[in-house]
């Protein structure tokens, strides 16, 4: 009895579980940044607050209070749209690369470091904090490499 094995074989998920991972990963990252949004709106005058305590950008904060939560809702929309998720999934990686750049910043140069966040975030560490957006950003790249390219709206 002779076995041949096939030297060059690689691990592939078919097409339809390539979705469902991607809807799953659509859900988790829609569901983080619809409440996120909607805390941030809820508690505005907390979050403008906060905001304005950020030197650099304390001249502009209210205007990035409120941009914030509506680019949330806008990314959400996204990616609960089947056509759209992929931009979606783009956006909320570029939102969330922004947030992480903004998190090391504060690590960089700040003693005292204002958070603005919600959830059990605000329970997390700096460091913590760091580690849960770069696997987000993990997430929303793996979940654009799964899904189909983007086609004509």
């Known amino acids: 009895m002779e076995s041949t094995i096939e030297g060059n074989r690689s691990f592939r998920f078919n097409d339809n579980f390539k979705e469902w991972i991607v809807f799953g990963i659509c859900l988790i990252c829609t569901f983080l940044f619809l409440f996120s949004a909607y805390e941030k709106i809820i508690d505005h005058s907390r979050f403008a607050k906060g905001l304005s305590k950020v030197s650099i950008i304390s ?4 205007l990035i209070a409120w941009a914030i939560p509506i680019l949330e809702i806008l990314i ?3 990616l609960i749209i089947p056509k759209t998720h992929r931009w979606g999934l783009y956006g909320f990686a ?3 690369t922004l947030f992480t750049a903004y998190i090391l910043s504060m690590l960089l140069w700040k003693e005292k470091l204002p958070c603005h966040c919600n959830l059990i975030i605000e329970k ?3 460091e913590q904090h760091l580690w849960f957006n770069l696997v987000f950003i993990g997430l ?3 979940a654009v490499k799964l899904s ?4 004509k709206i």
Do not use: D, H, R
Request: glycine share 4%.
């Open 148 to 151: 189909k390219p983007i086609t």
């Open 76 to 78: 959400s929309l996204l």
């Open 140 to 142: 929303s790249i793996a």
């Open 59 to 62: 001249s502009y904060a209210n």
């Open 94 to 96: 570029g939102l969330m």
């Open 124 to 126: 997390l560490s700096w």
